[in-house]
């Protein structure tokens, strides 16, 4: 099982503390989780292989890396992973998308899937599944069983704000999936929201509630 990546770097701190903030509207959320995805993408992205290229500079030729041609895919869960989509693009734009529709249903707080639509290629991509939230785990579970059926090459999952409860649920369901997330929160409440969190996600993207 891998060990979650759970980022101790001051930027994504500082980043999260104003993601928290009750006071930040919605278009400042966007931009706060499009740079911590691209924080954390960075590290995500660590052990991507590279081939030797040789380049011409203006001085010389010299023997240089590239990516060795590694075919990647993000699947954000939607909504709320729909916010971490362009973060996630910024650095790899070359990417192709797929989307998994889940929602929690209020009462039971158990995931119900809704959609899904994946690249016909998944089964030669690494996958980069996006959520910003890990409470139960039982979303990024099931979205994780769903992209699971298409054999993809790999699978990282990345979210912002993590519980403790959805991180064990999580490594115990898929211990083949690495985690990377930017906090690791203290607990759930009873309506399963995390403490401290950042309230709902979805509503805070796109200004709903
Ligand atoms: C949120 C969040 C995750 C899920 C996490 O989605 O974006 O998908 O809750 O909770 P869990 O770990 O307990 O499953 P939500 O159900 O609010 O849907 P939305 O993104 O459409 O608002
Ligand atoms: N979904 C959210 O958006 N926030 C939480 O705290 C838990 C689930």
Same mark, same amino acid.
């Given at each position: 099982? %891998?060990?979650?990546?759970? =980022? ?37 992205? &660590?052990?991507? @292989? ?19 041609? &590694? ?53 030669? &991509? ?8 890990? %409470?139960?785990?039982? =979303? ?11 054999? @993809?090459? =790999? ?27 930017? %906090? ?11 403490? @401290? ?13």
């Amino acid at each position: 099982m %891998a060990v979650p990546f759970i =980022s101790d770097h001051p930027l994504i701190k500082h980043k999260v503390t104003f993601l928290r903030d009750e006071n930040t509207g919605s278009m400042q959320f966007r931009e706060l989780i499009g740079e911590i995805t691209m924080l954390l993408m960075y590290e995500a992205t &660590r052990d991507l @292989p590279m081939r030797d290229v040789e380049v011409k500079t203006p001085i010389t030729v010299t023997k240089s890396q590239v990516i060795a041609g &590694r075919k990647l895919a993000f699947v954000p869960i939607l909504r709320a992973g729909l916010g971490m989509v362009d973060g996630a693009l910024a650095l790899v734009p070359a990417a192709r998308v797929g989307h998994i529709g889940v929602y929690r249903d209020p009462k039971t707080h158990t995931p119900v899937e809704y959609y899904s639509k994946l690249p016909s290629d998944i089964s030669e &991509r690494d996958v980069f599944v996006l959520d910003p939230m890990l %409470a139960t785990g039982g =979303s990024a579970i099931d979205a994780i069983n769903k992209i699971k059926e298409k054999h @993809p090459r =790999s699978i990282k999952f990345m979210c912002v704000i993590a519980a403790p409860d959805g991180m064990k649920a999580m490594t115990e369901a898929h211990p083949d999936v690495p985690v990377y997330c930017a %906090a690791l929160d203290q607990k759930l409440n009873e309506n399963c929201y995390i403490v @401290p969190g950042l309230g709902d996600a979805g509503d805070r993207i796109f200004g709903t509630k």
